[in-house]
């Protein structure tokens, strides 16, 4: 079966910038998290939908935002983009809350 | 809150044994998780730990102390191709999502 699926790959922004990452879980996983992973600060958790509701969320600024679809794909949103957002995000689902993650690709932001 | 330590990186030679530790402090856990990731790839699951003790799957071994919040990850007859970071992440109650370490960036050397 198909794995997640995360687009773009690579994305570059200039700062002030908006920007919107889509992941597709793998099929029949209902729970979709986001992670930011920088060399120094290893991975950071954004936030976790399950069945369309944000259900966690990690100390990001509002400048993060995201959402689920009814069919489980999600996108996030980083807005008035800073150089610091320069990172690998990657995006992981399971079938439930807290589960065990499966990895998309990540999409690498250079914010520049 | 939670705190997952794990050294940052370890240098090890073709063919040897490597063990990559993990320690946790952490409220309402569940089980620890490994996962092995190559430079510019995803993370990809190695094993997953409820109970105590060692859990062998193939070269790879994943051990876990509950009462001492300690797990490590048995690495044998290394091959360059394990040259990774390794990730330890926990699992808590509570429909909370897993926390991971900073990871352990291994290097095999011939």
């Known amino acids: 079966k198909a794995g997640v699926t995360q687009t773009p790959r690579y994305l570059i922004k200039t700062r002030g910038q908006q920007v919107t990452l889509s992941c597709s879980p793998i099929?029949?996983?209902?729970?979709v998290s986001w992670y930011q992973q920088t060399p120094g600060q290893g991975l950071q958790f954004l936030f976790e939908y399950f069945s369309e509701t944000q259900r966690n969320k990690g100390n990001f600024p509002g400048r993060f935002s995201g959402r689920q679809f009814s069919n489980s794909r999600s996108e996030m949103n980083v807005s008035t983009l800073e150089l610091g957002d320069s990172a690998l995000y990657l995006c992981?689902?399971?079938?439930?809350?807290?589960?065990?993650?499966?990895f998309g690709s990540g999409t690498r932001l250079t914010v520049v | 809150g939670q705190n997952i330590d794990q050294p940052t990186e370890m240098t090890a030679t073709e063919g040897a044994i490597v063990q990559i530790n993990c320690t946790y402090q952490t409220s309402g856990f569940n089980g620890l998780f490994w996962y092995q990731q190559h430079a510019g790839e995803a993370p990809t699951f190695l094993s997953y730990n409820v109970l105590d003790g060692l859990e062998e799957k193939g070269r790879f071994s994943s051990f876990l102390s509950r009462s001492k919040g300690y797990s490590y990850l048995l690495l044998k007859e290394l091959q360059m191709k394990d040259s990774a970071s390794y990730l330890c992440a926990v699992s808590r109650s509570g429909n909370t999502p897993l926390v991971f370490g900073k990871g352990t960036r291994l290097s095999v050397i011939a």
């Open positions: 099929s029949g996983h209902r729970s």
């Open positions: 992981a689902s399971s079938l439930e809350v807290g589960g065990g993650y499966t």
